[in-house]
């Protein structure tokens, strides 16, 4: 009796917790329509910051928690609604999903540049772990009282706010009718405001008291992934009901602490449950619970994407190949096996052009299905030992199938989700697999046979060998990618283009209208699930074999936002954005923060420097994410539309630009080949200059006509045509009009211009 009274304390304190994190949560959807994917990571920022304060500058306890829990967090809120997420007003569930968890990514490292992550820090329980009281034969600490009232004033606070007072209504107004509210007389963005401010401080509050119960040691990974789990009690009031989700997070402490309390301890399986478990019941809780009706008309955003014809993409496909091949030769063998690295997280990218891009339905943990084939292709594929190990073709492509079976299960339940809700289940999923199988180092045994799914915390995956192609050889395994790549480019451009890939497009644009044109949204939701998940597997096996041996933290969540946030940015609709957004991803930020680190190891004057500018990198990458509700279509769309209005300038006026572009791109590929400067210097000067060369071509264009002829004098010194008009309009912004048509001559021989 004395155990189960302890487990049931020790559950009502952990979903007290849970509780407050959770509420700060449906506080700020409630007034924002926002999902705060960074709502951890505040917590955990305003955690250290706390430590910081008491533990580094000496601070009284009261007095750190009045700065932490009534200034810094109020303030973080509300400096995050009034710089970021009031401009995402008309963006598509994408953009806001990733737009928040830029600022997650970017808050973790934030918060790992400032206090080394090398280092211990711990907080420890309010008035300290020997003030304690005894019920029922139970001790219970202060701190835990504190809690669960905390937790309790806290669910009748908001429950007040939302149904008594004028406040509230104005809260909930600010995201139901802006217009309306602002017709009242009120402010939505000053509601809203509050309403971050508000949620951001709860937050914080959650991180400060749960850190001491689950451990005392602050780590910034893991208490922005423990505050996270706070997302199934949230959806147990599906975001609106303070109650339900306060019942909710009493549910989710108690079943985590009786597992650990009744299940056996032998093995990893208990741990890993408890730890998978608020995972398991967010995916059980978002199939279970009623949907929202399908949208019956398509929803204006402010998304644009041009998909490429098949012939443009087997030429554009052909010229990466002959590019990758060429830069290949200005490679040591390190680059080349970072740069297959690379382009195998490009091919897992794809899986998210098809599936986010083409039919608009959302997966935030793409590498999970990576891991799935990984698994498969190590156990059921690796042919021979030691340096003799092969992978062969029936094992990847096993491999592949595995993982196009698991998308197709994983869709299955979630068939009926959209939006945020399916985005939150792929989410539980990748963070179950991650918890639950790559975490699994036990033997086991079925029917005889005896196994362990990842042996020692990690997999070695051999190269493939398939005749007498071997990827043992970095230049052959960087250019098997390639080809993949292109070759899944390809054929993901012939599927947009054919009538799967328009009804995919009609899916995304109104699902009820799609239905009721008599498409089968089943069918077609399972199968997109099944090819985006059977490409990110095919990346997930290169990408372990490119490596050699892989981990656990290889298929990360947060390996799987980060990979996301730089395909949306780059632009998720347009092929070209996974390939940037892959590379990225797989071995951009990794080949700069290494650079600079190398950098601080052989300067040592300036060292400090160095280390601070690898931090800048990836601080930086997630600033950029945070901006994407400027240009939600990403920044291959104005690159590409930016060649485009060059390639039609007229009377060759951008041909002298791409001709000395070509002249330069040669120039700095001889002197990379020649080692007068390095691979990647060429390659960053090569990348800016297709960046900034259609803002160069337009500048040089509008310079040539107004030496031609000023604007004002257009139809008097010369002819006005239709190019010149085209140019005109252009330039003011104006939508393209059709060509006027040729006069037609009557009988009398007057000219009249045809209806």
Known sequence: MTTFLTYTILGLVLGSVYSIAASGLVLTYNTSGIFNFAHGAQAMFGTFLYWHFTERWGWPVWLALIVVIGVAGPAMGAALHAVIMKGLRGTADVTKIIVTVAVLLGTVYLAQWI?????????????????????????????????LVAAVAIAIGLRVLFTRSRTGVVMRGSVDDPDLLRLNGHDPERAAMLSWALGSTLAVLAGVLIVPISGGGLDANALTLLVIDAFAAAMFGRLRSIPRTFAGAMVLGLAANYVLAYLPSAGTFTGNLRVSLPMIILFAVLVLLPQDRLRGAAIRTRERYRPPTVRA???????????????????????????????????????????????????????????????VAFHF???????????DVQGLLLAVAAAALVGGLVALPALRLRGLYLALATMAFGEFLSNMVLRDTTQHEWFGVKFTLFPDGSLIVPPLKAG???????????????????LIAVGLAALR????????????????????????????????????AAVAGLGGVLMASATGTVAQENFSFVGSLALLMLVVVAGIGYISGALFGGLMAGAGSAVLVSTFGDLALENEGMSDVYRALGHLVLV????????????????????????????????????????????????????????????WTFALIALCVVMLLPAV????????????????????????????????????????????????????????ATA
């Not at 554009?316 to 091949?325: C, F, R, T």
């Not at 195998?344 to 084939?373: D, K, M, Q, R």
């Not at 945070?626 to 006026?653: I, K």
Request: proline content about 4%; hydrophobic content about 45%; glycine content about 12%.
């Open 115 to 147: 206090w080394n992550p090398d280092e211990a820090h711990t907080v420890d329980m309010f008035f300290g772990t020997g003030s304690k009281i005894t019920v029922g034969g139970v001790v219970v600490r202060y701190h835990e009282i504190v809690c």
């Open 313 to 375: 993409a087997a030429v554009w496909g052909a010229a990466l190949v002959a590019i990758v091949y060429l830069y290949s030769l200005l490679l040591s063998d390190a680059g080349v096996t970072t740069f297959a690295l690379g382009m195998s997280f490009a091919i897992i990218a794809l899986s998210l052009t098809v599936l986010t891009g083409y039919a608009g339905e959302l997966n935030l943990a793409p590498l999970a299905f990576g891991a799935v084939a990984t698994v």
């Open 381 to 391: 594929g690796v042919r021979g030992s030691g340096l003799d190990a092969r992978l």
């Open 468 to 486: 007498p192609l071997d990827l043992r050889d970095g230049t052959t395994s960087l250019m098997t990618a390639t080809v993949l790549f292109a």
């Open 497 to 532: 283009s054919s009538g799967y890939g328009r009804r995919l497009a009609a899916m995304k644009d109104s699902p009820a209208a799609a239905a009721m044109l008599g498409q089968n949204l089943v069918r077609l939701k399972l199968s997109v699930f099944m090819i985006s």
């Open 620 to 679: 930086a990458t997630a600033l950029v994410g945070m901006g994407v509700g400027r240009n939600p279509s990403g920044f291959v769309h104005d690159v590409v539309e930016g060649y485009r209005t060059l390639a039609h300038s007229g009377q060759g006026g951008a041909k002298p630009v791409l001709y000395g572009a070509g002249a330069l791109g040669a120039a700095l590929y001889v002197l990379a080949l020649t080692d007068v400067i390095g691979a």
């Open 697 to 752: 071509g337009r500048v040089y264009v509008e310079e040539g006509r107004a030496r031609a002829t000023p604007l004002e004098l257009v139809g008097v010194d010369e002819p006005y045509t239709d190019e010149l008009r085209a140019a005109l309009d252009r330039d003011l912004g104006l939508p393209a009009r059709p060509a006027r048509p040729a006069p037609a001559r009557t009988e009398k021989g007057e000219a009249h």
